[in-house]
């Protein structure tokens, strides 16, 4: 048995002002609220652009909200000549406790390759925050039935050369691309099939202890309406949720699926 606290994140994208931000944040608490949410029962996370940061975290601050937020990348470097980049510790500053790591999106059009996920992850815990490390293949591979090796592989190639204590505190996402934005989710049974196979090689290459702690959530037009049975999969411990996060109302449902 093992105690994984399940994880709702939302990952807002390249949406949202900081107005905006206040706007969903203030919804989000109310809607939990009212379902009298149990932050013990499912952990809710809300990853907003860089720019919403210091907005978000005056929110939960002043309101003593329970919501925990992060960023959707960070840079390897502490610090320097390096343009349009965010440090690991300006974001622990602002109280981020999450960060996303090598998103399908940044992958795709920031030609991020595993070598950098897996810096970016071991930056982010070392300045004490958690990585969400995603993973997920493409349409053509799904296709060709190799899935889950290519899954495998990214993970593996990330972590090279980690210790079964620090890959034990990530958190670890799949997400197929081909049903992030599509509307088109992976079944259940697709989520837990490759969910499961990370976990299975996360007890042959760490042990027991780290493949019972690692939480793995899913990813991809996860919703309202199939959090509940995603959820009930033994390797699913949670879902990283793009588009429905940005409306209060359906990311607190997502984030009361136990009830
Ligand atoms: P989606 O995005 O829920 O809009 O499919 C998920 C993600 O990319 O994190």
């Known amino acids: 048995m093992t105690n994984r606290v399940p994880l709702m994140a939302g990952n807002w994208k390249m949406n949202l002002d900081h107005l905006e931000a206040n706007h969903l944040v203030q919804g989000l608490a109310m809607a939990l609220q009212d379902d009298n949410h149990d932050y013990t029962a499912c952990e809710v996370l809300v990853l907003p652009p860089f720019t919403d940061i210091r907005t978000v975290q005056t929110i939960v601050d002043a309101d003593d909200l329970d919501i925990k937020y992060g960023a959707q990348d960070v840079s390897v470097h502490d610090n320097g000549a390096y343009t349009g980049e965010v440090s690991a510790s300006m974001l622990t500053k602002l109280g981020c406790t999450y960060v996303v790591v090598g998103h399908s999106e940044r992958r795709e059009y ?25 993973c997920g293949e493409a349409l053509e591979v ?32 799949y997400e197929p691309i081909w ?10 049974a697709d989520a837990q099939e490759v969910c499961s196979a990370i976990r299975e090689a996360l007890r042959i290459d760490y042990g027991d202890t780290t493949a019972d702690a690692v939480r793995i959530l899913y990813g991809g037009s996860a919703k309202p309406g199939n959090i509940k049975e995603l959820m009930a999969q033994a390797d699913v411990d949670g879902a990283l949720v793009g588009g429905a996060s940005l409306k209060a109302d359906s990311f607190a449902a997502m984030a009361n699926f136990y009830a």
Request: aromatic share 2%.
């Open 142 to 173: 799904r296709r060709a039935g190799t899935h889950v090796e290519f899954v495998l592989g990214q993970i593996r190639a990330a972590l090279k050369g980690w210790s079964a204590g620090d890959v034990a505190r990530i958190v670890i996402a």
């Open 110 to 134: 920031h030609g991020e390759s595993d070598a950098l996920v897996g810096a970016k992850a071991r930056k982010t815990l070392d300045t004490g925050m958690i990585p969400i490390m995603c």
């Open 179 to 188: 049903a992030i934005g599509t509307g088109e989710t992976a079944t259940a």
